[in-house]
């Protein structure tokens, strides 16, 4: 079992800047993917970001440029540093972490964007 607990989100205006921390911790084996998604209500959970072990990234379309995952497997934590943030980029934010055929998520962090 892995456990994951996102925190950094918050309340920013357009525009503005934000980074998520996410700390992993329990089983975690490498290799693994860890990264982030999000969701917003009435709409499929989205990939906003991952990072494999192996230092491969995947980046939603939306965040490219704005957006970067960054991780330090030292520590078990995984980073989401947010710039340039839209009013669209509101949504809860969950971190994830996959291992093989096993996946886990955390809670989630809202980040709300004003405009």
């Known amino acids: 079992q892995v456990q994951l607990v996102e925190s950094g989100g918050g309340l920013v205006q357009a525009g503005g800047s934000l980074k998520l921390s996410c700390t992993a911790s329990?089983?975690?084996?490498?290799?693994?993917?860890m990264g982030w998604y999000r969701q917003v209500p009435g709409k499929q959970r989205e990939l906003v970001a991952n990072?494999?072990?192996?230092?491969?990234?995947n980046y939603g379309n939306s965040v490219k440029g704005r957006f970067a995952i960054s991780r330090d497997d030292a520590t078990n934590m995984v980073y989401l540093q947010m710039t340039s943030l839209k009013p669209e980029d509101t949504a809860v934010y969950y971190c994830a972490e996959a291992q093989g055929r096993y996946s886990y998520w955390g809670q989630g962090t809202q980040v709300t964007v004003s405009s």
């Open positions: 329990g089983s975690i084996i490498m290799p693994n993917v």
């Open positions: 990072m494999a072990s192996g230092g491969g990234i």
